[in-house]
Protein backbone atom coordinates (compact mmCIF):
# COMPACT_ATOMS: atom_id res chain seq x y z
CA UNK A 1 0.00 0.00 0.00
CA UNK A 2 1.62 2.86 -1.34
CA UNK A 3 -0.85 5.49 0.74
CA UNK A 4 -2.75 5.93 4.24
CA UNK A 5 -6.02 7.22 4.46
CA UNK A 6 -7.23 8.33 8.07
CA UNK A 7 -9.56 10.28 9.98
CA UNK A 8 -12.55 9.77 8.73
CA UNK A 9 -15.76 9.24 11.21
CA UNK A 10 -19.37 9.78 12.12
CA UNK A 11 -19.96 13.51 13.18
CA UNK A 12 -23.08 16.31 13.12
CA UNK A 13 -23.61 18.60 10.56
CA UNK A 14 -21.43 21.54 11.27
CA UNK A 15 -18.49 19.93 12.57
CA UNK A 16 -15.03 19.26 11.70
CA UNK A 17 -13.13 16.38 10.80
CA UNK A 18 -9.07 16.60 10.19
CA UNK A 19 -8.11 13.79 7.18
CA UNK A 20 -4.37 13.16 6.87
CA UNK A 21 -2.76 11.05 3.80
CA UNK A 22 0.56 9.12 4.64
CA UNK A 23 2.40 8.02 1.83
CA UNK A 24 5.07 4.28 2.03
CA UNK A 25 8.56 5.36 3.67
CA UNK A 26 9.57 3.56 0.35
CA UNK A 27 8.53 6.84 -1.23
CA UNK A 28 10.75 10.35 -1.16
CA UNK A 29 8.65 12.83 -3.20
CA UNK A 30 5.33 13.72 -4.27
CA UNK A 31 4.66 15.94 -7.07
CA UNK A 32 0.74 16.63 -6.76
CA UNK A 33 -1.18 14.65 -3.62
CA UNK A 34 -5.18 15.03 -4.32
CA UNK A 35 -7.92 14.32 -1.91
CA UNK A 36 -11.09 13.17 -3.82
CA UNK A 37 -14.69 11.64 -2.43
CA UNK A 38 -16.90 9.16 -3.77
CA UNK A 39 -20.83 9.77 -2.07
CA UNK A 40 -23.13 6.77 -2.44
CA UNK A 41 -24.23 6.33 -6.21
CA UNK A 42 -21.67 8.83 -7.03
CA UNK A 43 -19.18 9.20 -9.39
CA UNK A 44 -15.52 9.91 -7.44
CA UNK A 45 -14.64 13.45 -7.77
CA UNK A 46 -11.87 16.08 -6.93
CA UNK A 47 -12.22 17.50 -3.70
CA UNK A 48 -8.58 19.44 -3.09
CA UNK A 49 -5.33 19.55 -4.38
CA UNK A 50 -1.35 20.29 -3.50
CA UNK A 51 1.15 20.54 -5.77
CA UNK A 52 4.99 19.89 -3.74
CA UNK A 53 5.57 23.60 -4.09
CA UNK A 54 2.73 24.55 -2.25
CA UNK A 55 -0.49 25.57 -4.40
CA UNK A 56 -3.31 24.25 -3.77
CA UNK A 57 -7.07 24.09 -5.67
CA UNK A 58 -10.12 23.29 -4.70
CA UNK A 59 -13.83 22.07 -6.05
CA UNK A 60 -16.02 24.85 -5.51
CA UNK A 61 -17.88 22.73 -3.08
CA UNK A 62 -15.84 22.66 -0.42
CA UNK A 63 -13.85 26.25 -0.93
CA UNK A 64 -14.11 28.33 2.78
CA UNK A 65 -14.40 25.10 4.50
CA UNK A 66 -11.75 22.70 3.75
CA UNK A 67 -7.75 23.18 3.62
CA UNK A 68 -5.53 21.03 2.23
CA UNK A 69 -2.13 21.46 3.63
CA UNK A 70 1.22 19.63 2.94
CA UNK A 71 2.79 17.74 6.15
CA UNK A 72 6.46 17.94 4.69
CA UNK A 73 8.25 19.55 1.49
CA UNK A 74 8.29 16.17 -0.01
CA UNK A 75 4.83 16.41 0.20
CA UNK A 76 4.39 12.73 1.38
CA UNK A 77 2.25 13.44 3.80
CA UNK A 78 -0.93 15.95 3.69
CA UNK A 79 -4.05 16.89 6.23
CA UNK A 80 -7.23 17.86 4.96
CA UNK A 81 -9.04 19.60 7.51
CA UNK A 82 -12.86 20.06 7.10
CA UNK A 83 -14.82 22.74 9.08
CA UNK A 84 -18.41 23.43 8.52
CA UNK A 85 -19.35 19.85 7.36
CA UNK A 86 -22.78 19.23 6.25
CA UNK A 87 -24.94 16.08 4.85
CA UNK A 88 -23.55 16.66 1.29
CA UNK A 89 -19.81 15.74 2.39
CA UNK A 90 -20.76 12.72 3.62
CA UNK A 91 -18.52 9.73 1.20
CA UNK A 92 -15.46 7.95 1.78
CA UNK A 93 -12.11 9.92 0.95
CA UNK A 94 -9.20 8.85 -1.27
CA UNK A 95 -5.97 10.71 -1.54
CA UNK A 96 -4.28 10.58 -4.61
CA UNK A 97 -0.47 10.69 -5.40
CA UNK A 98 0.80 11.56 -8.88
CA UNK A 99 4.40 12.04 -10.34
CA UNK A 100 5.90 9.84 -7.47
CA UNK A 101 9.31 9.35 -6.65
CA UNK A 102 10.75 6.33 -4.78
CA UNK A 103 13.62 6.16 -3.00
CA UNK A 104 15.09 4.08 -5.51
CA UNK A 105 14.50 6.28 -8.27
CA UNK A 106 11.60 4.84 -9.60
CA UNK A 107 9.25 6.95 -10.63
CA UNK A 108 5.75 6.21 -11.21
CA UNK A 109 1.96 8.05 -11.02
CA UNK A 110 -1.19 7.60 -10.07
CA UNK A 111 -1.79 6.27 -6.44
CA UNK A 112 -4.35 5.40 -4.52
CA UNK A 113 -5.02 5.01 -0.90
CA UNK A 114 -7.62 3.11 0.58
CA UNK A 115 -10.15 5.74 1.32
CA UNK A 116 -11.96 6.59 4.99
CA UNK A 117 -15.09 6.99 5.76
CA UNK A 118 -16.95 10.38 6.24
CA UNK A 119 -20.36 10.32 7.68
CA UNK A 120 -22.03 13.41 8.55
CA UNK A 121 -25.56 13.34 10.08
CA UNK A 122 -28.16 16.45 10.07
Known amino acids: VQLQASGGGLVQAGASLRLACAAS????????MSWYRQAPGKQRELVAA????????YADSVKGRFTLTAGNVRNTVSFLQMNHLTPEDTAVYYCNADRVEFNSGRVGSDYWGKGTLVTVSS
Open 50 to 57: VAHYGATN
Open 25 to 32: PTIYSIDT
